[in-house]
């Protein structure tokens, strides 16, 4: 098994291609060892020394190490994480938590085909995107003009994560959608 690994635009964060399925749909993100229990690659993952945050796409694993960890010494522990979990032949993901985990709050009511038009342009336009830098953007809701967003994987605490939501996402959905004034970020 040859493993892959790319960098991101956040230092704190590489991402690693298996060359095989991670997840078939959806995102499944692990802001901390404590969420990991759905998924035995991530427990294994979280099993190295100075790991932070695991982030998993269609293809890849993102992987978060603390500041002051030297990636020198905690990628090859990763790689041999990811690559004893392939080879035992467990599921990433077990039992019900198999199902996608990407977020998309629903939104009924008057602002319905606008919540409509948004997802469909971050799914078309925006999740592609950042998952090239190895992460996810779900929609949390739309209010008075204002859409709420959450970035995971690479994207949660990259130094231009902002930039990207302001520059990128907020000009792109105000130019399709009139009625979007401003995009913000949430948390979890």
């Not at 932070?52 to 603390?66: H, I």
């Not at 467990?90 to 319905?112: Q, Y």
């Not at 990259?158 to 913000?184: A, D, F, Q, W």
Request: with cysteine; glycine share 10%; charged share 20%.
């Amino acid at each position: 098994m040859f493993i892959q690994t790319e960098s991101t635009p956040n230092p704190a964060t590489l991402k690693f291609l298996p060359g095989q399925e991670v997840l078939s749909a959806g995102t499944a993100d692990f802001p901390a060892a404590e969420s990991a229990s759905p998924s035995p690659l991530a427990q294994r993952i979280f099993g190295v020394k100075g790991v932070t945050g695991v982030f998993f796409g269609t293809d890849f694993v993102t992987v978060t190490k603390e500041e002051g960890a030297d990636w020198d010494a905690v990628k090859p522990q990763v790689l041999g994480a990811i690559m004893e979990h392939y080879q035992s032949g467990e599921p990433v993901m077990a039992g019900a938590e198999a199902a996608a985990r990407s977020g998309h709050a629903e939104h009924d009511g008057e602002d319905g085909e606008i919540v409509s038009q948004i997802k469909e342009l971050l799914d078309t336009r925006v999740r592609p995107a950042v998952a090239q830098d190895g992460g996810d953007i779900t929609f949390h809701g739309f209010e008075r003009g204002v859409v709420y967003l959450h970035m995971q994987g690479a994207c949660a605490g990259c130094p231009s994560s902002t930039l990207t939501l302001k520059m990128g996402i907020e000009n792109l959905l105000r130019h399709y959608i009139p009625e979007v004034t401003e995009v913000r970020p949430v948390a979890a």
